[in-house]
């Protein structure tokens, strides 16, 4: 199963603060990442070739967390994990018992999802343009500013002040498409969500950064 680019899928949470008054979709996102410190959700992600041909679709939960913590649980149709604890990223494939692992980088804590909620650094990473309302779905694109990102454009859809679809588009002309349910704010989570266990007998891959929330499960 191809995963979205997003090991990157980071989150560091601030309040927004805007200078100028902002368009409808902007006005929605400004809303949906007020005083936040966490979030969970379900998601449905399908991945398109630049033909428009299907590759694959997967489905499963999300959490993320101040600061620079994730948490992907693909459930459906491969178990897959991808856990970030603020200094590593854990990938752990459930059926070929190994896990990858590697130190959180500059560029994923910059990722389309981290500054969503991270909203004052928004403009300092995107170019941001609002589009045509779709139904009742707002739609605000973000263009990366970098020109090493490895992706074109993404579009966030945002209806009744929650972020619903995310389309991203990468440079060979793919695009992975994401639809979120369920979104949950500022829940308490347990403590080792964001903390990853490897279990007893599988392979670890990688390097690990000294600091890193691992604790080994024990034979």
């Known amino acids: 199963m191809r995963l979205l680019i997003p090991l990157a899928l980071l989150c560091s949470l601030a309040a927004p603060a805007w200078a100028a008054t902002p368009g409808p979709a902007r006005a929605e996102l400004d809303r949906f990442g007020e005083n936040i410190n966490n979030l969970t959700a379900r ?31 693909y459930l459906k149709p491969e178990e897959q994990r991808i856990i970030a604890d603020g200094d590593n990223i854990w990938i752990y494939d459930v059926e070929l018992e190994q896990v990858s692992v590697r130190p959180q980088s500059f560029d994923e804590q910059q990722s389309p999802l981290a500054v969503l909620l991270d909203l004052p650094s928004l403009d300092l990473q995107f170019d941001t343009e609002e589009r045509p309302a779709v139904a009742d779905t707002q739609w605000l694109r973000l263009t990366p500013k970098s020109k090493d990102a490895e992706f074109a454009y993404v579009d966030l859809g945002l209806r009744q002040n929650e972020l619903v679809r995310m389309v991203m588009v990468d440079i060979v002309g793919q695009r992975t498409e994401i639809v979120f349910a369920d979104w949950k704010r500022n829940s308490t989570l347990p403590p080792a969500t964001f903390v990853f266990d490897p279990p007893p007998g599988v392979d670890v891959v990688g390097d690990i950064k000294p600091g890193a929330q691992v604790r080994p499960i024990a034979d």
């Open 43 to 73: 998601f449905v992600q399908q991945v398109y070739d630049d033909s428009d041909n299907a590759l694959d679709s997967a489905s499963g939960t999300l959490a993320l967390a101040r600061p620079n913590r994730f948490r992907w649980d």
